[in-house]
């Protein structure tokens, strides 16, 4: 019993990197239909950006984490003023394109400006340090993880749910041309959402450097978030939070009881049978477009 | 017409002088240079080992600022192939084909080299030092490809057998990389265990892919283990250890050569690598061994770049690279492959900065034959980094 619950629990705190990482491209998804391929580059390059201002230059902690994510939000509104509205005609296949290349770039970036060489971000709070609940453990780390993205959860509901700003991003996702008509700056909502979707994502990626810090840290929370999204539905937020908890639990159940050779391609195998059977996702409305 | 023909035999008997020197040249070898290729992880997951062929470069800029070899500069050709085996080959081939090598040195990991070991073995192109202690190289043995890593399997076996022997443990658990590389490790300590009467209380795999290593340290802590060796790589190991210490599991840690890296080990576990004993195939970083620190002036402050640290990966490309250089030098002025492989056979109780390395006349059924060391040595990481040497340099025998 002991182990079925230390299962649980590891699973949550193992989801709450991937709830994140799957609001941020559900976020993206809702306005733009584009899944955004280089989130984890997104919020990598942020990281890499905080171990500068902590180890370079010698920056405090309570300084360098709100300078970072402003610099998360600038490059989120950056990238889509600059590279994603620019194409022309773009389909969605071509704009998924665009942030393949943008993930390709900011990783050849980060590569170029640190090296390969594995580093752990300086943080006040270790990976390795625990808290325990009788005899089953959680890291600090991640119940500081948990506490973040249950905050962020509720914040962006209520962001979404009662500020026109989060009414008129909805307006935009349901479409574009009505909301376009109705007088919301469209074109502003969207690079607001991806410096918003940026910001989280750079969350989590804050939240994963104190443990390993590599050009290639963020592909697998990124592969894992998206896999969340995708079971949730892409365009419920809930639905992308709630399949990154049960993802993160059936992963460690999996790893324990079945095979733990199998465990990091469980989540995959959850997919494709969630999506035969609910090809909309879990969560998700299923919209027929009229012609 | 005498003389027109005089001028006739003199072009021929020139062109025919040219033609066999010019057929008997080796490939990768003019007047003035040597061409010797590497791959090595630049970029990608394996990264941390990248500095084994910026090691090798800085060993050659070296020697070639000493004068190179009998006149002829080493030209080092290193590419990275982030440790993926496909780009290895591509590489490999890329390079033997177009520039033309002389001979191959180290090339980290066991799956790149077992990408392109057929390749380089078919075209009898001299293979000296891969980086992994890997079966592979020697069964069978191969008459071109010359091992100085330290089997794994034989790491393994000497850490165990340390463990049981002398430090009394016997609930013994492995985790490890679920590829030839884990199950080299893993093979020796189910080997060894056997010798003593002992199973393994866990065998847990891990997937390159993975990075949640919960399940991983939940199955070794079920298993009440007083020994876990760890024979993964470096990230998954650091994870693997941090993850015992937040479940508040703490059997003694033992792991490969790939991990020994202690100061690199220390600061990406933010300390808690104290205490792990590893095997290790190079002298200490701070050691003071006259040849370890000519290299260290000669080669690292002259050559290495600015950023690179001085630690058992840098010098590890030195150390797999020595009995090719040893080899060319005996060689002397005329060389070719064939000579080398003689040369390289020759070699008996060669010592560098590395272990004894000595090899023999080429054996089929001697895997020996080609592996160069059966030395290892045992060190448990301190608090600073620095390392305690338990052993010294030993043999690891059956």
């Known amino acids: ?291 | 017409m005498r003389e027109k023909f005089s001028g006739i035999w003199r072009i021929v008997a020139v062109v025919c002088l040219l033609i066999p020197a010019a057929v008997l040249a080796e490939e990768g070898v003019t007047d003035s240079e040597i061409h010797i290729g590497q791959w090595g992880p630049q970029t990608g997951p394996a990264a941390a080992w990248g500095s084994v062929a910026r090691g090798t470069d800085a060993y050659f800029k070296m020697i070639n600022a000493q004068g190179g070899i009998h006149g002829r500069k080493l030209i080092h050709h290193m590419f990275d192939d982030g440790y993926n085996p496909a780009k290895t080959k591509a590489g490999v081939k890329e390079l033997q084909e177009g520039t033309g090598m002389f001979a191959w040195v180290s090339g980290v990991g066991t799956s790149p080299g077992m990408a392109v070991k057929e390749y380089l073995m078919e075209r009898k192109i001299p293979w000296v030092g891969p980086s992994a202690g890997s079966l592979q190289w020697i069964t069978p043995p191969q008459k071109y490809l010359f091992a100085v890593y330290p089997l794994y399997a034989m790491e393994a076996r000497t850490l165990v057998r340390h463990a049981v022997k002398q430090m009394g443990l016997q609930r013994v658990a492995v985790a490890y990389q679920n590829d030839e590389y884990g199950k080299n490790g893993l093979r020796g300590a189910q080997e060894e265990l056997q010798k003593h009467g002992l199973a393994l209380v866990a065998e847990v795999p891990v997937e390159v892919k993975d990075t949640d290593m919960k399940p991983h340290v939940m199955k070794l802590r079920k298993s009440n283990a007083d020994m876990v060796l760890l024979w993964t790589s470096v990230s998954h190991a650091v994870r693997i250890v941090g993850v015992s210490k937040a479940m508040k599991f703490a059997p003694q840690f033992m792991s490969t050569s790939t991990c020994s890296d202690f100061p690199l080990m220390m600061h990406i576990s933010k300390g808690l690598w104290e205490g792990v004993i590893c095997a290790t195939f190079g002298e200490l970083p701070d050691s003071q061994k006259a040849l370890l620190q000519t290299y260290r002036k000669d080669a690292y402050e002259a050559f290495a770049a600015k950023d690179e640290r001085w630690g058992l990966f840098f010098y590890a490309g030195i150390i797999f690279a020595e009995p090719l250089v040893e080899a060319i030098k005996r060689c002397g002025p005329e060389l070719t492959r064939e000579k080398l492989v003689q040369e390289l056979e020759g070699l008996q109780d060669f010592r560098g900065i590395g272990p004894t390395v000595s090899y023999k006349p080429f054996d089929i059924n001697d895997p020996m034959s080609r592996q160069g060391t059966q030395e290892t040595m045992l060190v448990q990481c301190l608090a600073d980094g620095k390392a305690k040497n338990l052993t010294g340099w030993i043999v690891m025998s059956e």
């Open chain 1, 1 to 291: 019993m002991l182990d079925f619950l230390q299962m649980i629990l590891s699973g949550i705190a193992v989801g709450s990197s991937y709830a994140l990482m799957g609001m941020a491209m559900v976020l993206i998804y809702k306005t733009s239909e584009v899944p955004n391929f280089a989130q984890g580059e997104m919020g990598l390059l942020c990281a890499y950006f905080t171990y500068m201002l902590l180890d370079g230059f010698g920056v405090a902690l309570e300084i360098a984490i709100p300078l970072t994510l402003a610099v998360a939000f600038a490059l989120g509104a950056v990238l889509e003023f600059a590279v994603l509205r620019r194409a022309k005609n773009p389909s969605v296949l071509s704009m998924i394109v665009i942030t393949i290349g943008m993930e390709m770039v900011l990783l050849g970036l980060v590569s170029w400006k640190f090296g390969a060489d594995q580093k752990t971000l300086p943080f006040p709070i270790s990976p390795y340090d625990s808290v325990a609940l009788g005899d089953i453990y959680i890291s600090s780390l991640e119940l500081l993880t948990l506490g973040i993205a249950l905050m962020l959860m509720i914040g962006l509901f209520i962001f979404l749910r009662t500020t026109r700003l989060g009414m008129a991003m909805k307006a935009t996702q349901q479409n574009f041309n009505a909301a376009k008509l109705m007088g919301i700056r469209t074109h502003r909502i969207m690079m607001l959402t991806w410096g918003i979707s940026a910001v989280v994502g750079c969350i989590a990626a804050l939240l994963i450097a104190p443990t390993i810090m590599h050009p290639y840290m963020m592909w697998d929370p990124l592969l894992k978030g998206f896999a969340a999204a995708v079971m949730g539905g892409m365009t419920s937020l809930p639905g992308a939070i709630a399949a990154a908890y049960l993802l993160g639990i059936i992963e460690n159940l999996f790893g324990g009881y079945v095979s733990i050779e199998f465990k990091a391609v469980v989540a995959f195998a959850i997919i494709v049978l969630i999506l035969c059977v609910k090809p909309s996702g879990l969560f998700a409305r299923h919209y027929v477009k009229k012609v």
